[in-house]
């Protein structure tokens, strides 16, 4: 019998808890939150999964990780289903949980890799905590990033997800400070058979020359970009202290797009920051439109203790609620839409275990029932179908 990983928030945590089930096999009666503080909310769900998991399991070993049991250490240590917490920047340390050194790698529990080849980040939004769940910025060694991607490759996958929590700031911090172009370059002659690779959320500001150029023309990296943007108004984005304007993002996708049409755009965007007045917002919500953004993560704001932001003048709970929803119907708007001109056209679906899958554009499709996992399919879709094409 295994551990027990329960993962909540990003695309990091997912990855890292594939690690840690692969690094806990074997380990019974050993449960695991590794936990999210992205937001109050992210922080109150952690506190669920804790409750729940206790509930489910009482006698098990209830350990807590991730950024939550940084930043909410003490409050978290207290609770009574709590036995103990381990350092976010060293749960992938044996040591840490005891166990031996040399593991299996991985698991081939997905036809798509998650690869984390940078953590933590130097910057200092003023909303975000992330710097103080996961500390500075640290890069993965192309060396040490190939190996990794090969072990996946054996496993079956047929993607490989580069992740990070500032990814694009990769080797700032490696001799020689490579940039990311030249990380997903390697990559690509590495693994000549690797059929696709993707970025995940990247800082617009910080994308090389070469890794324009591998988004806009290489087949191989999928025409699919998710901006960190956070905000579509200059004002709100300075006192975020954000590194780009939303003259920046509107430049950069229109760039990609005259090379590469068919790149389909994902954001990330904050509802009710500070000092947002109705002027903002609609700043923010006619961005969504101005980038086609089809691929949207709305996040509605809330203070998290220790950061500027929640010493500036807030927007009331009712407002951002409202905000948020509105953001989100925007987006479901323009995704609406870019399905509807999806259906007809012969798409290249990655089937996964769960009878749906990806196009490269990261649109998600109901496959045939006879579709085996891990397989590359033309599905000709013709119809939407609960949000999904089919």
Known sequence: ???????????????????????????????????????????????????????????????????????????????????????????????????????????????????????????????????????????????????????????????????????????????????????????????????RLRLSSVDGIEIDPLLFDLIAAEARVMPHLHLSLQHGQDLILKRMKRRHLRGDAVDLVGRLKARRPELAIGADLIAGFPTEDEAAHAANLSIVAELEVVHGHIFPYSPRPGTPAARMPQVPHAAIKARAAQLRAAVADQRARWLAGLVGKALQVLAERDGTGHAPNFARLILPPETNAGTIVTITPTRIAEGLLA
């Open 1 to 195: 019998m295994s551990a027990e990983v329960i993962s909540l928030g990003c695309r990091m945590n997912l990855s890292e808890s594939e690690e840690l089930r692969a690094l806990l096999a074997g380990e019974p009666d050993l449960v695991v939150i590794n936990s999210c503080a992205v937001t109050a909310e992210a922080v109150r769900q952690t506190r669920q999964a804790i409750r729940r998991a206790r509930k489910a399991r009482p006698d098990a070993r209830l350990l807590v990780t991730g950024c939550a049991a940084e930043v909410e250490r003490a409050a978290l240590a207290a609770m009574p289903e709590v036995d103990g917490l381990v350092a976010n920047i060293a749960k992938l340390d044996p040591r840490s949980w005891n166990v031996a050194a040399v593991r299996a790698h991985g698991t081939a529990l997905h036809t798509r890799a998650f690869v984390t080849v940078q953590n933590g980040c130097d910057h200092a939004c003023t909303f975000c905590v992330i710097p103080q769940g996961r500390g500075a910025s640290r890069s993965q060694p192309i060396s040490a990033v190939l190996r990794d991607i090969e072990q996946h490759l054996a496993q079956g996958a047929r993607e490989a997800v580069l992740s990070g929590v500032d990814l694009t700031s990769w080797g700032a911090d490696l001799p020689g400070s490579p940039r990311l172009g030249q990380l997903v370059e390697a990559i690509l002659a590495a693994f000549p058979d690797l059929p």
